[in-house]
């Protein structure tokens, strides 16, 4: 397991354990299995071939965000009994808009057109880390920030796809983020939809910075390929961590939400 980051830090080639180590990764994966009713699995060591050497444009990036902090302040607050919020719900039923923590970047370290996109179906936490991340990727003074919102075509054969909202809708929702996160960037930021895998950084040479989940790492590496067979330069791909056990998907939503629908249906028949 190996991993890279702008310091020397805890995600720096970690060979076992420590946070972004193989262990810790296994020990979250193994949380979710379990959760699902699945079998644990083991970790194997080997030693990684010369090709599969993290690129030079990608940029991991530590994240400080710790969802239990989060529970344990919602606990504080009276939200449920001290130690006995359930983070998976918490993530599911958070709808707030103010800024995320964790990652920033240095001022030296700003860029001029950043794009990021997604399905933004229920703006959940991993929504809003990306944008946060986007928002404070973008030079303030001069640069632009380009959010791709998947249209409704792209999704007709996602799992669930009926849960999914509108275009429209989704799109309102990551502009009411924004706006409420950056006010500033109002007048350089655009929310649009996209059709196809690469969005505007695929026709645009500007581009220099793509915000990613490391579940979407390939995609930014394939978008990079594209760009190069065109003659535009790479992009730098920020990619958040995501080891946590409790960082939960789209899909993962939308089967909650499908199963909770259920059971209600099944409650109202009941006598």
Same mark, same amino acid.
């Given at each position: &397991?190996?991993?890279?980051?702008?310091?020397?830090?805890?995600?720096?080639?970690?060979?076992?354990?420590? &946070?972004?180590?193989?262990?810790?990764?296994?020990?979250?994966?193994?949380?979710?299995?379990?959760?699902?009713?699945?079998?644990?699995?083991?970790?194997?060591?080997?030693?990684?071939?010369?090709?599969?050497?993290?690129?030079?444009?990608?940029?991991?990036?530590?994240?400080?965000?710790?969802?239990?902090?989060?529970?344990?302040?919602?606990?504080?607050?009276?939200?449920?009994?001290?130690?006995?919020?359930?983070?998976?719900?918490?993530?599911?039923?958070?709808?707030?808009?103010?800024?995320?923590?964790?990652?920033?970047?240095?001022?030296?370290?700003?860029?001029?057109?950043?794009?990021?996109?997604?399905?933004?179906?229920?703006?959940?936490?991993?929504?809003?880390?990306?944008?946060?991340?986007?928002?404070?990727?973008?030079?303030?003074?001069?640069?632009?920030?380009?959010?791709?919102?998947?249209?409704?075509?792209?999704?007709?054969?996602?799992?669930?796809?009926?849960?999914?909202?509108?275009?429209?809708?989704?799109?309102?929702?990551?502009?009411?983020?924004?706006?409420?996160?950056?006010?500033?960037?109002?007048?350089?930021?655009?929310?649009?939809?996209?059709?196809?895998?690469?969005?505007?950084?695929?026709?645009?040479?500007?581009?220099?910075?793509?915000?990613?989940?490391?579940?979407?790492?390939?995609?930014?590496?394939?978008?990079?390929?594209?760009?190069?067979?065109?003659?535009?330069?790479?992009?730098?791909?920020?990619?958040?961590?995501?080891?946590?056990?409790?960082?939960?998907?789209?899909?993962?939503?939308?089967?909650?939400?499908?199963?909770?629908?259920?059971?209600?249906?099944?409650?109202?028949?009941?006598?």
């Amino acid at each position: &397991w190996h991993s890279i980051a702008p310091s020397s830090n805890k995600y720096l080639n970690k060979s076992g354990g420590g &946070w972004g180590g193989l262990t810790a990764h296994c020990d979250a994966v193994n949380a979710d299995r379990s959760g699902h009713g699945l079998e644990p699995i083991e970790a194997l060591l080997v030693n990684a071939p010369t090709s599969s050497a993290p690129s030079t444009d990608v940029i991991f990036l530590e994240d400080e965000t710790d969802l239990e902090n989060k529970a344990s302040a919602h606990d504080e607050l009276g939200g449920s009994e001290a130690g006995n919020t359930n983070t998976d719900e918490l993530l599911e039923n958070d709808n707030s808009l103010g800024i995320l923590g964790g990652v920033r970047m240095e001022d030296s370290s700003l860029f001029e057109a950043v794009a990021v996109g997604g399905t933004f179906d229920g703006l959940h936490f991993g929504h809003r880390k990306l944008l946060t991340l986007a928002v404070s990727s973008v030079d303030p003074n001069t640069g632009k920030l380009v959010v791709g919102v998947t249209s409704d075509e792209m999704l007709k054969n996602k799992e669930l796809s009926s849960l999914i909202p509108p275009i429209d809708e989704r799109i309102k929702g990551v502009k009411k983020f924004l706006d409420n996160l950056a006010p500033g960037l109002k007048n350089t930021r655009k929310v649009i939809a996209i059709d196809n895998a690469f969005g505007p950084p695929g026709r645009d040479p500007d581009f220099d910075a793509l915000v990613l989940s490391h579940e979407t790492l390939k995609n930014g590496l394939n978008l990079n390929e594209f760009r190069a067979y065109k003659g535009f330069p790479p992009m730098k791909l920020l990619c958040t961590q995501r080891t946590e056990p409790n960082s939960m998907s789209s899909t993962a939503l939308r089967r909650m939400k499908k199963r909770k629908k259920d059971d209600d249906d099944t409650n109202f028949y009941m006598i």
